[in-house]
Structure formats: C-alpha cells, structure tokens
C-alpha cells in the first residue's frame, strides 16, 4: 500500500495523512494561499508506542488509537531520518508533554500572513507563540525541536510548518 513503511512505524515517528470532507478541503485551500499548491496531505501526528499516536485535534492535543488513520494510507517518516533512542524517547515525552495543547485556527491565517509578508506578521508570530496553542504539523515539529532535532535546514520557526512541509520531507 502506498504511504505504508516497509516496516512498522518506531515510537518518534510522524506520518501525514490526507484529510476528506470541508476540513480538509479548507486546509488545502490554505497551503495552496501559503504557498504549498494542492497539496495531498492536510493533517499530521506523532506515534508515540503502544499503539497510540498524538495529535492536535480543535479541542486540544489528544492521545488516540494509531489505527485511526490506517485507511487514510499514512506517509510516515520511518527510516527517514537517524533517530538515536534517546531522540525517540525525547520526542514521545515531548509530544506527551503537549497534551491538552490547545489548537487555533488563526494559526492558519499566521501562515498566510508570513507568506505574503506582511507588516503584521511578527505581532501575529508572537500572539501564537505567546498563547501556546498549535496545528498538527506545528505540534510534530515543535516535539522533535524539543528533542534537539531540527526537521527543517531553513531554521524556521515551528508555526510556519505545514503538513505539506512535513510531507516535502518525506518525498525528497
């Protein structure tokens, strides 16, 4: 199956998923203003053992069954990047550590707001900083940054990564 790792995904590891319905088609309408095209993923999360991932969801960061997306054909990161068991270990208690995170969608329009540049965008940058709430992709790449692995060579900021960004990764 396409998107399906040849091996069983490690704790640490991230997948991107397509998303149906007006969501997703609204998350791709934004990566498509922020820069990204019709992207084919709109949502990301964490596996973080056990058989259960976390993801932001509009209610918070939760902790759900892996199984959730299995018929959404997962790209998943394993065997992409060289991970040492203390990364995975840092990664999991990091995403576990952001539970109940809330999500914003004005996060979205940061996004945008950096795209077009404009003369707002730091205080915006700095409202969703200072308010701690985060999309699904922002939330994978904060968890690896708190782990001291940069997912990004560009040094962006983790408000500024979308799924297709993360799915960019996994395609290169």
Same mark, same amino acid.
């Given at each position: 199956?396409? %998107?399906?790792?040849?091996?069983?995904?490690?704790?640490?590891?991230?997948?991107?998923?397509?998303?149906? %319905? &007006?969501?997703?088609?609204?998350?791709?309408?934004?990566?498509?203003?922020?820069?990204?095209?019709?992207?084919? #993923?709109?949502?990301?999360?964490? &596996? @973080?053992?056990?058989?259960?991932?976390?993801?932001?969801?509009?209610?918070?960061?939760?902790?759900?069954?892996?199984?959730? #997306?299995?018929?959404?054909?997962?790209?998943?990161?394993?065997?992409?990047?060289?991970?040492?068991?203390?990364?995975?270990?840092?990664?999991?208690?990091?995403?576990? %550590?952001?539970?109940?995170?809330? #999500?914003?969608?004005?996060? #979205?329009?940061?996004?945008?707001?950096?795209?077009?540049?404009?003369?707002?965008?730091?205080?915006?940058?700095?409202? @969703?900083?200072?308010?701690? &709430?985060?999309?699904?992709?922002?939330?994978?790449?904060?968890?690896?940054?708190?782990?001291? @692995?940069?997912?990004?060579?560009? %040094?962006?900021?983790?408000?500024? @990564?979308?799924?297709?960004?993360?799915?960019?990764?996994?395609?290169?």
């Amino acid at each position: 199956m396409p %998107g399906t790792p040849s091996t069983p995904p490690l704790p640490g590891d991230f997948a991107v998923v397509r998303m149906d %319905g &007006h969501v997703g088609r609204l998350i791709r309408i934004g990566q498509w203003l922020n820069g990204d095209g019709f992207a084919d #993923y709109e949502h990301a999360y964490l &596996h @973080v053992g056990d058989g259960l991932l976390v993801e932001a969801q509009p209610g918070g960061a939760e902790l759900r069954p892996l199984s959730t #997306y299995a018929d959404h054909r997962p790209l998943w990161s394993t065997g992409r990047f060289d991970l040492t068991d203390r990364q995975r270990s840092d990664i999991v208690a990091a995403a576990r %550590g952001h539970l109940g995170t809330p #999500y914003s969608y004005l996060d #979205y329009l940061a996004l945008a707001v950096h795209r077009f540049h404009l003369p707002f965008s730091p205080l915006l940058k700095s409202y @969703v900083a200072d308010s701690r &709430h985060m999309i699904c992709s922002q939330l994978v790449d904060q968890c690896y940054l708190d782990a001291g @692995v940069h997912l990004f060579r560009d %040094g962006r900021w983790p408000g500024y @990564v979308t799924p297709a960004d993360l799915a960019g990764l996994l395609r290169s």
